[in-house]
């Protein structure tokens, strides 16, 4: 795998159409969407292509998955013109990377998006200056194969979720910390409440009450009483490499547990223009929707002995 730069005028990309020809008009809000799954330094993902947008899987010991949608709707231009649905895989920390040099803070620079190159690259190119571009190429692979591809389905009738302000769940995860620990997360459907509970050389509870503070817990729906374990180093890469401009935004995180255990969590990323605002969140108002992209976590719960 490797990138490379150059200055001057757009190469040739040979005489098939590609797959995918798309441009994003600014890079910062999808630089902060995949810096959200980027747990290891050196990580892999499966990137997959359709008429709908891209999505960017990651996934760690078939226990930890998460996904990154970019809808089209992000993209000031979409031009998708293959058959099915192509995937590859790349190394994530390298698209990262190479997104980033498209970045100047205060600065929006159009990056075209085009797959595949001559021999298979992903390539990048600025768009937006007739002075200089600034080209890059990441060299993809056969994709692994997906450990797994979960269909969530919910635990019973009610949905047992609830939604806390980003900044706020990423720190009582981080205050959770045990060597080695499992975390248990406990619904109550009367009152309504949930508690993360970490295991150690002690034991350290987290309670967030729905009536007691309904700025903290945003939203709240239970109606069981639910307890999974989960191990620590898994649930806390659901919020360790959110970036801090997406906590500073401070949007509600949703959490849902499914059939079986299965654990959600749902980020909101803005990847609105430079000098515009984006309001969504889960509780509900919205504007510029499109503009969102949707971070999905999934991590399988510990099995009992």
Not at 6 to 23: F, I, M, R
Not at 134 to 142: G, K, L
Not at 170 to 178: A, F, Q, R, T, V
Not at 214 to 221: E, R, S, V
Request: glycine letters at 8%; aromatic letters at 10%.
């Amino acid at each position: 795998m490797s990138s490379s730069t150059t200055s001057g005028q757009g190469q040739g990309q040979g005489d098939d159409a590609p797959d995918l020809v798309c441009v994003a008009d600014c890079v910062h809000g999808m630089v902060d969407a995949l810096s959200c799954v980027r747990w290891n330094k050196h990580q892999g993902a499966v990137v997959e292509l359709s008429e709908h947008g891209i999505v960017v899987t990651v996934e760690e010991s078939g226990c930890l998955q998460a996904k990154v949608y970019l809808k089209t709707e992000l993209f000031a231009e979409y031009d998708y013109g293959a058959e099915g649905r192509p995937r590859f895989g790349l190394s994530l920390g390298l698209l990262v990377d190479c997104l980033n040099m498209f970045t100047v803070p205060g600065f929006a620079s159009p990056v075209e998006i085009r797959y595949p190159g001559p021999d298979m690259q992903l390539l990048l190119r600025s768009v937006g200056s007739p002075d200089a571009c600034i080209h890059a190429e990441i060299r993809t692979r056969i994709p692994d194969t997906v450990a797994w591809d979960y269909h969530f389905e919910h635990a019973g009738n009610t949905p047992v979720t609830f939604t806390v302000k980003s900044a706020i769940l990423k720190e009582s995860i981080d205050d959770l910390e045990w060597p080695g620990s499992s975390i248990q997360i406990h619904f109550h459907p009367d009152p309504p409440s949930v508690i993360f509970k970490g295991e150690g050389h002690g034991d350290l509870e987290i309670e967030f009450s729905y009536y007691a503070n309904t700025d903290l817990l945003i939203a709240f729906q239970c109606d069981q009483e639910l307890s999974y374990r989960y191990k620590y180093k898994f649930l806390r890469a659901t919020t360790s490499n959110v970036p801090s401009s997406v906590l500073k935004e401070n949007r509600g995180s949703k959490v849902t547990i499914g059939r079986g255990g299965m654990l959600k969590i749902q980020h909101l990323v803005s990847v609105a223009r430079l000098g515009t605002q984006s309001y969504h969140n889960f509780a509900g108002g919205a504007q510029q929707p499109s503009r969102i992209a949707f971070i999905e976590f999934f991590v399988k719960p510990e099995e009992d002995d």
